[in-house]
């Protein structure tokens, strides 16, 4: 019993001992500290935003063998091709209306816009020929889409869906107000429509010459000056860019006939920081892009999915989906 108890006395007493040797502290009582952001730390944006850019009546041929300075700076980081296929007919308001639609049936056959019956009884209904900017209002209402171009009725009717509408006198204004628009604009998609290099070509051929090259050269220099204004945004660094730039009508000679089986190459260039540049015809597989193609990229690029009413145009810039994440 008393070993039991000397025991437990030499317990206590160490115990005493080793909390006699422990170091007091001041009580600090509670802290609480306020949080602030690591402004050192850079958060990562996913804001995708498009300029599409449609040059009437380039040639693809004339414009790979003249190289304009702006339009072959692109090519480095771009997936292009310089033979798109154009339906028939060839005309700016069919093409166009196949840029915005996704279809090639749009019966969009003259300057109004409005797609033309298939005969006088109109019992066959016409396509509805909504445009991507519909779609894509239709999801994300707070999608802003800009139009700028020297035509009335594609600013006002074909595009009617676009939140800014500026109709020009012609191409110098119409990049004055893209580059207005790109510096201090918060628009998703701007379009911009040039016009004189068909006009070039009209009065002069579509083919090498010095006056139908020189208009080449010209709306080149508008189109680096807008990507000078592009880059120039306060924003651009948190914000990733496609630029798709296209043509329409090559040569007025076939627009007169409908049934013309004939095909003009035109180009298309998709270009984005990030891009490893590429010929996608030399892909394998390889890419044959066209004109209905850009409305279904238009879509993914903003995060909208393909309709079912969309049946010609392809979205083939998903397949470089990695590359988007590089810059």
């Not at 999608?143 to 500026?166: E, G, I, Q, S």
Request: overall charge neutral; glycine content about 6%; charged content about 20%.
């Amino acid at each position: 019993m008393r070993t039991k108890i000397y025991n437990i006395a030499s317990v206590f007493l160490a115990s005493g001992i080793l909390l006699a040797g422990c170091k007091k502290f001041a009580d600090p009582g509670v802290i609480i500290e306020e949080y602030t952001p690591d402004t050192t730390v850079k958060a990562a944006s996913n804001q995708r935003k498009m300029l599409l850019i449609n040059i009437d009546g380039l040639s693809a041929t004339v414009l790979q063998a003249i190289k304009p300075a702006t339009l072959q700076g692109l090519l480095e980081h771009a997936k292009y091709s310089f033979n798109t296929t154009v339906n028939v007919p060839v005309n700016n308001t069919a093409s166009l209306g196949s840029l915005f639609t996704g279809n090639f049936e749009t019966r969009l056959w003259d300057s109004t816009f409005y797609a033309v019956p298939v005969d006088s009884t109109s019992a066959i209904p016409v396509p509805l020929n909504l445009t991507a900017f519909r779609y894509i209002h239709d999801v994300l209402p707070s999608k802003k889409f800009a139009a700028v171009a020297d035509w009335p009725n594609l600013v006002t009717t074909l595009l009617a869906d676009a939140d800014k509408k500026v109709v020009t006198s012609g191409d110098v204004e119409t990049k004055t107000n893209v580059e207005t628009i790109l510096k201090s604009g918060n628009m998703d998609v701007v379009f911009a429509r040039f016009s004189s290099v068909q006009k070039a070509g009209k009065q002069f051929g579509y083919g090498p010459g010095a006056d139908y090259e020189a208009a080449i050269r010209t709306v080149d220099g508008y189109i680096g000056d807008i990507m000078t204004a592009l880059k120039s945004r306060p924003t651009f660094k948190d914000e990733k860019w496609l630029t798709l730039v296209t043509t329409t009508q090559v040569s007025d000679s076939l627009m007169k006939s409908k049934d013309s089986n004939a095909k003009i190459p035109g180009f298309l260039i998709a270009h984005y920081p990030g891009f490893t540049g590429q010929d996608i015809t030399k892909l394998n597989p390889a890419i044959q892009a066209k004109n209905e193609d850009v409305a279904p990229m238009m879509l993914y690029w903003l995060s909208v999915s393909k309709p079912s009413t969309i049946t010609n145009g392809a979205n083939w810039i998903d397949r470089f989906e990695l590359e988007f994440f590089t810059k």
